[in-house]
């Protein structure tokens, strides 16, 4: 039996180790070379200065999928804009050992059935889900129109013309009658604040940016047979460190493993995708069947649902609804479900807490890598290898206890007061999150009457369905506040949101408008519903542990009240957007 009460006040007081008056402000951005493309040469190439009917910011999915869906609309001029040397977004940069996804492959890599492929396990590695970008672009003409090692410095409106005038760091100056932003929040790679940092005098690099040249091995998963004489520390327990550890543990002379708050590891279970199997499910309009189920059984209420994915986001929801399945209908009011859901999550995490004591040989290290929180705090990691590798004799935990690393000197990192010296430091410490839009993509976007996004988000985010902003005309923004807010499988929320673009993008055309926008009212009317559903911040629980998802545990400014998503659920949203489009209304724009 659980002992609730005892559980909370440790979350608390795990919460409060992590406590800190900087909030997001500890991290500092990676710039200059240090963020270079090591993975591609970047090619000579004459500046554009001709005319698009679409031009988007960003190759990863976001920019693939509306892509894709904009080509079957008939839209064959799609210029997509990156600073990566090819498409992937986040997968281009993130080919460190062990990459993969979280999510399971048949509802995370996009456009598998219009592409054909079928993916080789349930979790694929990095390699393989870069290649299905490649797929993507290849299979849709994107590559045709594509301008790569690129960064847009400039979006501005042309009222006059009715076209967005764009420049960017290659010379560019080129107009597209409408544009898509798709940056994403994984693309800015920040570095700890720790002290001393810049003046360490071994090797170090961030892992989106890996150095095979140093550490030896590739992305396809060769040995990193360059480590054996070398004493690494990784800095960072989150998903990507997770995924590293195993890989580094196998090959380095001495491995520490710098821990704040250690991340809840479930197992993962990955295994090869039977082709038998697959040929078997794979009939028309196998995988949006797929993405709604998986966001079904997670979102959709508490009915009993098929579930199709059987991962560990899925097993979250199955505990909850076989709880909610034994009380009578009639006594099923908020209070109740509130506590099915708690009951669920602190079984969950017991569980998980026990698996590292199965796992783990030695006991203090075993206590050290339990986490102390509810599961939804912090992302929530699986891992069949990550706990298993501090069995290694080579490889130490350097717990800090919720501080971080102290200090780094010329040769070695501080914790707790005791030097370790080391040859190499690896910063698995993730990508810029909490930063204003415009921070993050580089630009301020220009729209009607010299608005800039930046004052018409001023004091917070304001859009219909996440995708339309009053006063950027043309202007289609590919990301998840506002609609979904789907964070366990993040493309879904591209996917509804390209295709919703490309339609209202041929509907501009069939009405003979030149241009698209969301009315005043019609955004405010959306800001309005998603504000009726309240707070819905992990702040707002006091022993959940600070970390990207909740502000590092800070106050939130008034304007992130609005990071919101609809406020019925993911699944919810997505029954509404397809209604939405199926109208032919397009209730809230305007064309003209």
Same mark, same amino acid.
């Given at each position: 039996?659980?002992?609730?009460?005892?559980?909370?006040? *440790?979350?608390?007081?795990?919460?409060?180790? *992590? =406590?800190?008056?900087?909030?997001?402000?500890?991290?500092?951005?990676?710039?200059g070379e240090v963020v270079a493309d090591p993975y591609a040469p970047v090619e000579p190439r004459e500046p554009k200065t001709d005319h698009v009917t679409f031009a988007f910011?960003?190759?990863?999915?976001?920019?693939?999928? @509306?892509?894709?869906?904009?080509?079957?609309?008939?839209?064959?001029?799609?210029?997509?804009?990156?600073?990566?040397?090819?498409?992937?977004?986040?997968?281009?940069?993130?080919?460190?050992?062990?990459?993969?996804?979280?999510?399971?492959?048949?509802?995370?890599?996009?456009?598998?059935?219009?592409?054909?492929?079928?993916?080789?396990?349930?979790?694929?590695?990095?390699?393989?889900?870069?290649?299905?970008?490649?797929?993507?672009?290849?299979?849709?003409?994107?590559?045709?129109?594509?301008?790569?090692?690129?960064?847009?410095?400039?979006? @501005?409106?042309?009222?006059?013309?009715?076209?967005? /005038?764009?420049?960017?760091?290659?010379?560019?100056?080129?107009?597209?009658?409408?544009?898509?932003?798709?940056?994403?929040?994984?693309?800015?790679?920040?570095?700890?604040?720790?002290? $001393?940092?810049?003046?360490?005098?071994?090797?170090?690099?961030?892992?989106?940016?890996?150095?095979?040249?140093?550490?030896?091995?590739?992305?396809?998963?060769?040995?990193?047979?360059?480590?054996?004489?070398?004493?690494?520390?990784?800095? $960072?327990?989150?998903?990507?460190?997770?995924?590293?550890?195993?890989?580094?543990?196998?090959?380095?002379?001495?491995?520490?493993?710098?821990? *704040?708050?250690?991340?809840?590891?479930?197992?993962?279970?990955?295994?090869?995708?039977?082709?038998?199997?697959?040929?078997?499910?794979?009939?028309?309009?196998?995988?949006?069947?797929? %993405?709604?189920?998986?966001?079904?059984?997670?979102?959709?209420?508490?009915?009993?649902?098929?579930?199709?994915?059987?991962?560990?986001?899925?097993?979250?929801?199955?505990?909850?609804?076989?709880?909610?399945?034994?009380?009578?209908?009639?006594?099923?009011?908020?209070?109740?479900?509130?506590?099915?859901?708690?009951?669920?999550?602190?079984?969950?995490?017991?569980?998980?807490?026990?698996?590292?004591?199965?796992?783990?040989?030695?006991?203090?290290?075993?206590? /050290?890598?339990?986490?102390?929180? &509810?599961?939804?705090?912090?992302?929530?990691? +699986?891992?069949?290898?990550?706990?298993?590798?501090?069995?290694?004799?080579?490889?130490? =935990?350097?717990?800090?206890?919720?501080?971080?690393?102290?200090?780094?000197?010329?040769?070695?990192?501080?914790?707790?007061?005791?030097?370790?010296?080391?040859?190499?430091?690896?910063?698995?410490?993730?990508?810029?999150?909490?930063?204003?839009?415009?921070?993050?993509?580089?630009?301020?976007?220009?729209?009607?009457?010299?608005?800039?996004?930046?004052?018409?988000?001023?004091?917070?985010?304001?859009?219909?369905?996440?995708?339309?902003?009053?006063?950027?005309?043309?202007? +289609?923004?590919?990301?998840?506040?506002?609609?979904?807010? =789907?964070?366990?499988?993040?493309?879904?929320?591209? @996917?509804?949101?390209?295709?919703?673009?490309?339609?209202?993008?041929?509907?501009?055309?069939?009405?003979?408008?030149? *241009?698209?926008?969301?009315?005043?009212?019609?955004?405010?009317?959306?800001?309005?519903?998603?504000?009726?559903?309240?707070?819905?911040?992990? %702040?707002?629980?006091?022993?959940?542990?600070?970390?990207?998802?909740?502000?590092? $545990?800070?106050?939130?400014?008034?304007?992130?009240?609005?990071?919101? $998503?609809?406020?019925?659920?993911?699944?919810?949203?997505? &029954?509404?957007?397809?209604?939405?489009?199926?109208?032919?209304?397009?209730?809230?724009?305007?064309?003209?």
């Amino acid at each position: 039996m659980i002992d609730k009460e005892t559980t909370k006040a *440790r979350y608390r007081a795990e919460r409060d180790k *992590r =406590l800190r008056a900087d909030g997001t402000a500890q991290y500092h951005r990676l710039a200059g070379e240090v963020v270079a493309d090591p993975y591609a040469p970047v090619e000579p190439r004459e500046p554009k200065t001709d005319h698009v009917t679409f031009a988007f910011v960003g190759g990863g999915f976001a920019g693939l999928l @509306t892509g894709a869906r904009l080509v079957e609309a008939g839209v064959k001029d799609v210029r997509i804009v990156d600073k990566a040397g090819d498409f992937g977004g986040a997968w281009y940069w993130n080919r460190y050992p062990g990459a993969q996804c979280d999510t399971a492959s048949m509802v995370y890599m996009p456009l598998l059935e219009e592409t054909g492929h079928r993916p080789t396990e349930k979790y694929a590695h990095a390699p393989e889900i870069r290649a299905q970008c490649q797929r993507i672009g290849q299979h849709y003409g994107l590559y045709d129109h594509a301008l790569f090692h690129t960064e847009v410095t400039d979006l @501005t409106w042309d009222d006059a013309q009715s076209v967005w /005038r764009i420049e960017t760091d290659r010379g560019d100056a080129f107009t597209a009658q409408f544009i898509g932003l798709g940056t994403g929040p994984l693309h800015v790679p920040k570095l700890p604040g720790i002290p $001393g940092i810049e003046s360490f005098k071994g090797h170090s690099f961030h892992t989106s940016r890996w150095d095979y040249d140093y550490t030896g091995g590739d992305p396809l998963g060769a040995p990193l047979s360059k480590l054996a004489d070398k004493r690494v520390a990784i800095i $960072g327990t989150g998903a990507t460190g997770i995924q590293c550890v195993p890989h580094l543990a196998k090959t380095c002379g001495q491995l520490f493993v710098c821990q *704040r708050t250690p991340s809840s590891v479930d197992v993962r279970g990955n295994a090869p995708i039977d082709p038998d199997w697959f040929a078997s499910i794979a009939t028309p309009g196998w995988q949006q069947r797929w %993405l709604e189920n998986f966001t079904d059984n997670q979102t959709g209420g508490f009915a009993t649902t098929e579930d199709l994915v059987q991962d560990g986001w899925t097993d979250m929801w199955r505990r909850v609804r076989a709880r909610i399945e034994n009380i009578p209908a009639e006594e099923r009011d908020l209070a109740v479900i509130v506590e099915a859901l708690e009951d669920s999550d602190f079984e969950k995490m017991d569980e998980i807490r026990a698996r590292v004591d199965a796992v783990v040989d030695d006991a203090a290290t075993a206590q /050290r890598l339990k986490a102390w929180y &509810r599961q939804l705090c912090k992302r929530p990691c +699986f891992h069949d290898a990550y706990l298993q590798a501090f069995n290694n004799s080579n490889v130490s =935990l350097l717990d800090t206890d919720g501080k971080g690393v102290e200090r780094i000197t010329e040769t070695a990192i501080v914790v707790a007061g005791v030097e370790y010296p080391v040859d190499c430091v690896i910063y698995a410490s993730g990508f810029e999150m909490g930063s204003p839009y415009t921070e993050r993509a580089g630009f301020d976007l220009v729209g009607r009457e010299s608005l800039a996004l930046s004052a018409a988000w001023s004091d917070g985010m304001r859009s219909l369905h996440g995708v339309y902003v009053h006063g950027f005309p043309n202007a +289609f923004f590919v990301q998840a506040t506002q609609g979904a807010a =789907l964070i366990s499988n993040v493309p879904h929320n591209y @996917t509804e949101a390209g295709r919703s673009i490309a339609l209202v993008v041929a509907e501009t055309f069939k009405r003979g408008a030149s *241009r698209v926008e969301v009315t005043q009212d019609g955004q405010d009317k959306w800001v309005e519903v998603l504000l009726a559903g309240g707070p819905r911040n992990l %702040l707002s629980l006091p022993d959940c542990t600070p970390g990207y998802y909740n502000n590092e $545990g800070q106050p939130l400014s008034p304007a992130a009240r609005y990071a919101v $998503g609809y406020p019925q659920g993911p699944a919810a949203y997505f &029954r509404y957007l397809e209604g939405w489009r199926k109208s032919g209304a397009f209730e809230g724009l305007a064309f003209e």
